[in-house]
């Protein structure tokens, strides 16, 4: 099972960027996206049940940032709109064999596959 995570990049504040999670190896129930900034705890972005499509948003970034899946591409998207510079961090994909519900999504140790990260930079 592999998550290989592209797509991050510098982009100015006001911007947008879209960061996607290709998974090989197997279906999963729910995909999700972390983040962590230096020094700082990982914490959850998103996340999307493959079956169903249900999306749960971090407070954060409701509002700007959409999670989306495609299944026959076996991949999950993030667009981030109205970036801000507290945006900077690395983001991580994760997923879990087993569909999470609502008050597990954000909970890394939850999940069962990471990928390797991408660096989201937003600059002010």
């Known amino acids: 099972v592999q998550l290989q995570a592209s797509g991050g990049g510098l982009v100015q504040a006001g911007g947008s960027l879209s960061v996607d999670c290709a998974a090989s190896?197997?279906?999963?129930?729910?995909m999700a996206w972390f983040r962590q900034a230096p020094g700082q705890e990982r914490e959850f972005v998103a996340s999307?049940?493959?079956?169903?499509?249900?999306?749960y948003y971090a407070d954060s970034v409701k509002g700007r940032f959409t999670i989306s899946r495609d299944s026959a591409k076996n991949t999950v998207y993030l667009q981030m709109n109205s970036l801000k510079p507290e945006d900077t961090a690395v983001y991580y994909c994760?997923?879990?064999?087993?569909?999470?519900?609502?008050?597990?999504?954000?909970?890394?140790?939850?999940?069962?596959?990471w990928g390797q990260g991408t660096l989201v930079t937003v600059s002010s």
């Open positions: 190896g197997r279906a999963f129930g729910t």
């Open positions: 994760a997923a879990r064999l087993n569909r999470l519900v609502a008050t597990g999504v954000a909970r890394p140790d939850l999940y069962d596959n």
């Open positions: 999307i049940n493959w079956r169903g499509g249900g999306t």
